[in-house]
């Protein structure tokens, strides 16, 4: 197998991996780690709290939603991809960015291939504009279901999301409640699980937490539905809990 010289490029909410919830930044954690563990250079861009075996290149010295307040966290991404694509991409083989669609301006200038992987909802009707604008990259989803809203694209394959089998044991007697994890975003409508769960009567724990966009729709979709027996918020959570 030949050996690459990879880029990965987090986004830089939370470190790599979070202290707590973050999908895609414990996506890219596993996927750095199994990369460096096959025996490929790999470096990563995240924030300066993340912990990796790959070498890591720091943007910000702490994640965007822990350290200092700033005005605009696009800003700080388009920061780190000048840097990447201006300054860097000669240094690689290939680029695997996480950031999405504000990849797409300098990756397209680029003479080193780029592979973006698409951690979202795509049935989005500006989403779709700018995917089908620039059809030709090489596009990752993490669902075949995921590509339906844009089918005609350059999708090069399908990603599931993969962590370490080791990483939780399997229960055979699960105790007698469903579980909601994961963040509080109208696009998730846990308030529809919530009510659900009340309406059957069945045990419900949400473990999520609520990022600053997010907040309205907590306070008025969520929060009034929390006064019952059988919902329970825990807060936010980490791995080992």
Known sequence: MKKLRIAQLSPLI???????YGGTERVVYYLTE???????????FASGDSVTSARL???VKQSLRLGRKIHSTIIMHMLMLSKVYEEMAGEFDIIHSHLEYLTLPYASRSRTPTVLTMHGRLDVPDYVDILKRYSSMAWVS?????????????WVGTVYHGYPENLFEFNPDPQDYFLYLGRFSEEKRPDEAIRL???CKIHLKLAAKIDAADKAYF?????PLLDSPYIEYIGEVDDRR
């Open 219 to 223: 306070k008025a979709k969520i929060e």
């Open 57 to 59: 290149i720091a943007p």
């Open 14 to 20: 939370e470190s790599v991996p979070p202290k707590k």
């Open 197 to 199: 769960a009340r309406a």
């Open 142 to 154: 993490i669902s075949d279901a995921q590509r339906a809203p844009v089918p005609g694209i350059n």
């Open 34 to 44: 199994g990369l460096v563990e096959r025996g490929h250079e790999v470096t990563l």
